[in-house]
């Protein structure tokens, strides 16, 4: 995560783990949380063949995925 930007907000937090659960996401799902998100470094996005249809799918990152785990760490203690 880079470190000059704010951490994510609550919304985009929980957009990343419902993103991150489904293991895909489309970008109509993430709305005004994927540009945050993406700046941040803690999602990735892949134009992808779906239903005879190109579309932008959202992936969570390694760096998204080790923030998620940091978070739930953080809440267990």
Known sequence: MKKF????TERM??????CFEKEKCFAEEMKSSLPGLYKRGLVETKMEM??????????????????LEKMEMNSQN
């Open 5 to 8: 930007l704010r951490p994510p």
């Open 50 to 67: 779906v239903n005879d249809k190109k579309l932008l799918c959202i992936y969570v990152t390694e760096s998204g995925k080790k923030f």
């Open 13 to 18: 937090v929980k957009k990343l783990r419902q």
